[in-house]
């Protein structure tokens, strides 16, 4: 933070007497407390308490002020966020008021429950009556204070500054704070209230616009950009544009004006290691790596199947011994021999043999035949398929029609597979032949299948191509060289279109009669059937010859990259940039005057108020006495009080949104105040040490005689 706090607990607290006034600047940003007659408070912390949770037992504790980081080790103060008792600038939480108050009076070294002085206590300008009373109410009921007095903090720092010389008995304060800028008149050293102005924007609004604007451009860095930090960076690089239409365009252009005015903040970063490229020895030794195990892997699928071959041909001939002992056995000893062996019949026998010798035929790589053929059982499980339906019941028809239908399906399914197992087959049958070919000449079979590709590749973008922009022309044609979806068509789709075009076209006349021949209905036939010539839905063998020569050229050269189809690579994750160190860079542009340009334009955040310019002149305007030589006195006293004042340009932009709303030749002077942020408390310090202060305050036993209401009337005076 720009405005550092001090929370050292003071020890000198019995030394002052019962009647030495204490001082309070209640701010909305930050609370400070310190003795009447002193220059400098005693104590400063931020005016909000957090109530963060223990992350072991769970217990929940208060804390004021900054948290402090070693409180991080135990405790979690992520989900409790900083909670604050004001309302824009009024008090209305004085639960968490009386927390920021214990804190105030035990940090300034009070060690007992009563505080026994009088206290001056700021506020803001026409303080709501419920909040004064309220805050009365606190200091008496719970602390016991003797006697009390409110003042307005911008009325405290322009008398201050009055004592300097820096502004006159007349004059204007503009007081730009935490929550809410003020505008307020004074005449003959007193506040004019009837004629002051408001405006709920401040340096809250400024900081949280920044913050906004920065999250969203650098989304990645949110958790860097955390409220303490964004407020350093408002105070260290925002300004006030002269002409902010002008400063817009200025940055719009990007010429070496708007360059120097550009800032950047670095966060940390370590520069990742730099990948090198590997060397073609590297690359060679990859590759003789990868053969190398390519080959073990060969000879550990090559012994596996050689074991799978005995054990099947040992099965066999187990089985077979088998069946020759139970073909020369009688029937009473059939089942004497199965009790043996897991099996229960001899058919179960036969199965087994047959299945056995399948499954040899195909480790062997030898063509399979049906189990079907092979089943000697087909015709006792299919013997109603060749009689007569005349010489067959009708419960004997319904098994007959189940068994065609069985029969059907199970010699269907066995062709398929028939096939599926001829196709894997060739295929492994391909990859030997093509194996043997690369064994006896590498760099040849390498550079054919690269050929290959290449020709297969410029095929395939071809067929593209043509599909997308269509292979023929009928005239539909658009105006920025596309085609139309006709085009795209296939046969089979364009007829579908066709009947259906017909048959809206047809049916469109007069009354809708579709259904009421048979004919109508042989439509959704057209429509609905399969059709083999379908391009989409059959796959295309140069795109599946293409993905097997990619495979392959990855499995033995290791400079090919597979590109698909949007041109990345699909064998490995894409490669993401590095990150840089501009990567880790918060530019700030145009944030730096947008920002604090809500302070004299707040609908840029939506708030339907005025700014700082205009609400001078709504002050003047709204001044009880009228003049030309009153208004000239005022507006050459115009003095810059709060935090938000602190912004470079601030004076320069206010002289010439003033100058546009008052007359020409209107004489205005803007001051600084000599410390826009502690002269409201100095201000009251020396206030509250003069010997007419007592005067001003109103006592305990004033406040229970003459009850709350009396404090709507209370009004203190700045000039005693």
Known sequence: M????????????????????????????????????????????????????????????????????????????????PRSAFDSNVVYQFEIMEYILDFGFDRLGADQSQINHPVLITEC????????????????????????????????????????????????????????????????????????????????????????????????????????????????????APDYAAEVRLFQKGDKKAEEKTRCWQLPWTPSPMEEVPSEEEIARKAALKEKQGQRLREMAEAKRSNRINDLENEIRDLEMLLQRLRHATENDIPLILAKTVYISKHDVESALAKATQSLRKAKGEPVESVEKMDP?????????????????????????????????????QLKKQKQIEEELERERQRKLEEERRLENPERY???????????????????????????????????????????LNPSQRERMRLLTTAAFDRGKGEDTFGAKDEDWQLYKLMSKDNDDDDDDKPDPDEAELARISSRLQEIDPTFIFKSESGSSSAEPPRFRPLTKEDFQIILGVERFRCPEILFNPNLIGIDQAGLDEMAGISIRRLPLKGQGLEEKITSSILLIGGSCLFPGMSERLEAGIRMIRPCGTPIKIYKASDPILDAWRGASTYAAAMQFPQQTFSRMDYYEKGEDWLQSYQLRYTI
């Open 2 to 81: 720009p405005f550092i706090s001090k929370i050292q607990r003071q020890s000198d607290y019995s030394s002052f007497s019962s009647t030495h006034p204490i001082v309070i600047d209640n701010g909305g940003s930050y609370f400070r407390i310190g003795w009447a007659g002193e220059n400098d408070p005693r104590v400063i912390f931020r005016n909000i308490i957090q109530r963060p949770r223990h992350k072991i037992t769970g217990e929940t504790i208060t804390v004021v002020g900054d948290h402090n980081p070693a409180l991080l080790k135990y405790f979690d103060c992520t989900r409790s966020g």
């Open 377 to 413: 059982s087909s015709t006792e499980k299919y013997n109603l398929i060749n009689v007569p339906d005349e010489m067959l019941t009708p419960e004997q028809l319904k098994q007959k029609r189940k068994q065609l239908f069985i029969k059907s399906t199970s010699e269907a399914r």
């Open 125 to 240: 300008a026409c303080n709501p009556v419920q909040s004064r009373s309220k805050m009365a109410e606190l200091l008496f009921e719970s602390y016991g204070v003797p006697s009390v007095a409110f003042g307005v903090d911008a009325a405290f720092s322009y008398k201050y500054n009055q004592q300097l010389g820096i502004c006159s008995n007349d004059g204007l304060a503009i007081c730009s704070g935490f929550n809410t800028s003020h505008v307020i008149p004074f005449l003959n050293g007193e506040p004019v209230y009837d004629a002051c102005c408001r405006t709920n924007v401040g340096g809250y609004h400024v900081t949280d616009y920044l913050k906004q604007l920065l999250s969203l451009k650098y989304p990645h860095h949110m958790s860097k950009l955390t409220w303490e930090k964004v407020e350093d960076l408002k105070m260290e690089h925002c300004y006030i």
């Open 446 to 488: 390498l550079e054919e299948l690269r050929a290959k590709h290449r020709d297969l590749s410029e095929k395939v973008e071809q067929r593209k191509k043509l599909k997308t922009n269509g292979g023929q022309t009928n005239g539909n044609h658009n105006a920025s060289g596309g085609v139309g979806r006709g085009e795209r």
